[in-house]
């Protein structure tokens, strides 16, 4: 299976602040790496396909850079929405994985 | 809008068998090509993929299934065209079953061929215990 390995595990960040989280994959996936937003008891979001490509409807304030087994969400500016635990996760093969999750708090 | 939304017991007896539906509203199941797929989360632990089954219009290739292979002899994931709804099946479970499970549908990018998990349940708790 394909590691993926995110960090930091949490972060603590006030509004208005640029926010980067880091995901690392045990072996080259191309661009093959999805990014995810998670509140408590709701449906996780989709931000970010392909690397770097944005969901429809997802704010501009995020974005995704990245190939190979490194790559970055960044939230440009924090909005009190964007309080949430993000996650990574390939679809380069089966079984598809997850990161373990960064949860951003409020500093 | 489609939506997706888990139904099932939310209590299991250890060596049962966990049965949950996730019932698609707001468009065809069987429209385009999509992976319905499972997903779970323990208690303080990361998301887990399951596995998933594939519909799409073109018949030959509808109800192809993938498992994850720590899971594989005990998961049947199936889907229901009449009902518009897909299904997960566990069997012997056990207490390291016990997990929040979501439904979803792994959408895949026009271009690159990018599959992604664009339309989520909001989850259901499953607990097995006696």
Same mark, same amino acid.
């Given at each position: 299976d394909i590691q993926m390995t995110q960090s930091p595990p949490s972060l603590s960040a006030s509004v208005g602040d640029r926010v980067t989280i880091s995901c690392r994959a045990s072996q080259s996936i191309s661009r093959f790496l999805n990014w995810y937003q998670h509140k408590p008891g709701k449906a996780p979001n989709l931000?970010?396909? $392909? $690397?770097?490509s944005l969901q429809s409807g997802v704010p501009s304030r995020f974005s995704g850079s990245g190939s190979g087994t490194d790559f970055t969400l960044i939230i440009s500016s924090l909005q009190p929405e964007d309080f949430a635990t993000y996650y990574c996760q390939q679809s380069y093969d089966t079984p598809y994985t997850f990161g373990q999750g960064t949860e951003l708090e409020i500093k | 809008q489609v939506q997706l939304q888990e139904s099932g017991p939310g209590l299991v007896k250890p060596s049962q068998t966990l049965s949950l539906t996730c019932t698609v509203s707001g468009a065809s199941i069987t429209s385009g090509s999509s992976h319905w797929t499972w997903i779970r989360q323990p208690a303080g632990k990361g998301l887990e993929w399951i596995g998933h089954v594939y519909t799409s219009g073109r018949a030959y290739a509808s109800g192809t299934t993938n498992y994850n292979p720590s899971l594989k002899s005990r998961v049947t994931i199936s889907v229901d065209t009449s009902k518009n709804q897909f299904s997960l099946t566990l069997n012997s479970? +056990? @207490? @390291?079953? +016990?997990a929040v499970y979501y439904c979803a549908r792994g959408g895949i990018s026009w271009t690159g061929g990018y599959w992604y998990f664009d339309l989520w349940g909001r989850g259901t708790l499953v607990t097995v215990s006696s």
């Open positions: 931000l970010i396909y $392909a $690397a770097s | 479970v +056990t @207490a @390291a079953d +016990t």
